[in-house]
């Protein structure tokens, strides 16, 4: 069971908004730890899409967004394509537990 | 443009040691090997990523408490390579492994990029 909790699954038609959550607690997520999100592809790597909670890498499409507030962080993507059917993983800091934590991952269907 | 390659023994039988090693190239290659922090993270088969440790730019090497000390990340920035020793393994330890260089500081940064992973198999 990971320290940070994503949704195992999300949806959405092509076009569409899909938002996906990562909850965390006082040790990590509202500590003030960043958060980073990573898209990965079957088969593949995983790339970092946000870093530092809301910054989008050169090459990122401005589709993908971040956000946080309290001790929560969302992934946001807008105008949803098939390409972007993939696994999503926040990763953050726990301060209490001295380690580098991923969450579970949300698998995002392009219906 | 840094890349990231994996290199190492992909089948181990139960309580040998997994040795890997990541061959950093490409870009400013050394004063990249020098200035970053450097990671290993695996994945075993169908399941999430896990933060095995790192070492920063003092080749001080840092694990992850759920490893048991069984972790051991050196650094050879002549080479440009950094390495994983993991002891004593078991078929838990069956995943794909991934080096990355570390953005930001060793445990508040975010990992880019990445080697393609290789897949490392524990068996009796």
């Known amino acids: 069971q990971s320290v940070l909790t994503q949704p195992p699954s999300v949806s959405g038609a092509p076009g569409q908004r899909v938002i996906i959550s990562c909850s965390g607690s006082?040790?990590?997520?509202?500590?003030?730890?960043?958060v980073h999100w990573y898209q990965q592809l079957p088969g593949k790597a995983p790339r970092v899409v946000i870093y530092?909670?809301?910054n989008r890498p050169s090459g990122v499409p401005d589709r993908f967004s971040g956000s946080k507030s309290g001790t929560s962080a969302t992934l946001a993507i807008t105008g949803l394509q098939a390409e972007d059917e993939a696994d999503y993983y926040c990763?953050?800091?726990?301060?209490?537990?001295?380690?580098?934590?991923f969450g579970g991952g949300t698998k995002l269907t392009v219906l | 443009q840094v890349q990231l390659q994996e290199s190492g023994s992909g089948l181990l039988k139960t309580s040998q040691t997994l040795s890997l090693t990541c061959t950093v190239s490409?870009?400013?290659?050394?004063?990249?090997?020098?200035?970053?922090?450097w990671s290993w993270i695996r994945q075993p088969p169908g399941k999430g990523l896990e933060w095995i440790g790192h070492?920063?730019?003092?080749?001080?090497?840092y694990s992850n408490p759920s490893l048991e000390s069984r972790a051991t990340i050196l650094a050879d920035r002549s080479k440009n390579q950094f390495s994983l020793k993991l002891y004593s393994v078991t078929a838990a330890d069956t995943a794909v492994y991934f080096c990355?260089?570390?953005?930001?500081?060793?445990?508040?940064?975010?990992?880019?990029?990445w080697g393609q992973g290789i897949l490392v198999t524990v068996s009796s």
């Open positions: 490409g870009g400013y290659v050394n004063s990249d090997s020098y200035s970053w922090s």
């Open positions: 006082s040790s990590n997520i509202g500590a003030g730890s960043d």
């Open positions: 070492i920063d730019r003092g080749d001080n090497d």
């Open positions: 990355a260089r570390v953005s930001g500081g060793p445990f508040y940064g975010h990992f880019d990029p």
């Open positions: 530092d909670n809301d």
């Open positions: 990763q953050s800091y726990d301060s209490s537990l001295s380690v580098v934590i």
